[in-house]
Every structure is written in structure tokens, then in C-alpha cells.
Nanobody
Framework: VQLVESGGGLVQPGGSLRLSCAVSGFDLDDLAIGWFRRAPGKYREGLSCIRNSDGSTYYVDSVKGRFTVSRDNAKNTVYLQLNSLKPDDTAIYYC????????????????????WGQGTQVTVSS
């Protein structure tokens, strides 16, 4: 599986971005795709996940209501819409994929995922 993120950039506080994760090597329906971020000096944090077999979506509390995960099966691409961005959202954002079943209601963790993209930088600053 290959994952390529895009869509990062510099945005002002309160602004929005849409990140894309283009997936190749597997059909999207066979995968769950997660989104993570790593801020400077911090660990990699799970944000959201979509289980493509049934469309179930999962979010951590810190991004509920601001971030939205979606998919386009025709393009084999998963998106993360980032709204109401804050300076604390500044980080490298990664997408990840897994073929294995995990209970994402418990949490979204690095150990649940098998394949990773290279990341895209999001900077929120005025």
C-alpha cells in the first residue's frame, strides 16, 4: 500500500484546509484509513479514522466538530477537512492504513496501522 498526503500549507487562525490521502496498491474498501499529526516536540497523535468497509467514522474529542473525514472511492482517496483551525493545530499530518480490524471506539493509535504516508505540513499562524 502506498499513501500520499497533500493539501497542507499555511493558514490563518480560523481558516480551513482539506487534506488528501491518495491510496494505491489496495482497494479502499479493504482498508481503514487513519489521520494522525505530530506537533514539534510531541508524540504522534491519532485524530480520526474511517473504516471504508462500512463508512464508519471515528474522532478523538479534541477535533470533534472541527475535523471531518470522508472518502471518494472512485478516486481511492480519503480526505480530512480541517475547520476553525488554531495555532495548536500546527503539525505534520499523516495518513495511515490498515487491513486489520481494530475497535476505533477505544482509541486511534499508531500501533493499529500498518502503512504510512510521508506527511504534509500544516501551519496555522497570522
Amino acid at each position: 500500500v502506498q499513501l500520499v498526503e497533500s493539501g497542507g500549507g499555511l493558514v490563518q487562525p480560523g481558516g480551513s484546509l482539506r487534506l488528501s490521502c491518495a491510496v494505491s496498491g489496495f482497494d479502499l474498501d479493504d482498508l481503514a484509513i487513519g489521520w494522525f499529526r505530530r506537533a514539534p516536540g510531541k508524540y504522534r497523535e491519532g485524530l480520526s479514522c474511517i473504516r471504508n468497509s462500512d463508512g464508519s467514522t471515528y474522532y478523538v474529542d479534541s477535533v470533534k466538530g472541527r475535523f471531518t473525514v470522508s472518502r471518494d472511492n472512485a478516486k481511492n482517496t480519503v480526505y480530512l477537512q480541517l475547520n476553525s483551525l488554531k495555532p495548536d493545530d500546527t503539525a505534520i499530518y499523516y495518513c495511515a492504513a490498515t487491513r486489520r480490524y481494530s475497535d476505533f471506539t477505544i482509541g486511534i493509535w499508531v500501533s493499529q496501522f500498518e502503512f504510512w504516508g510521508q506527511g504534509t505540513q500544516v501551519t496555522v499562524s497570522s
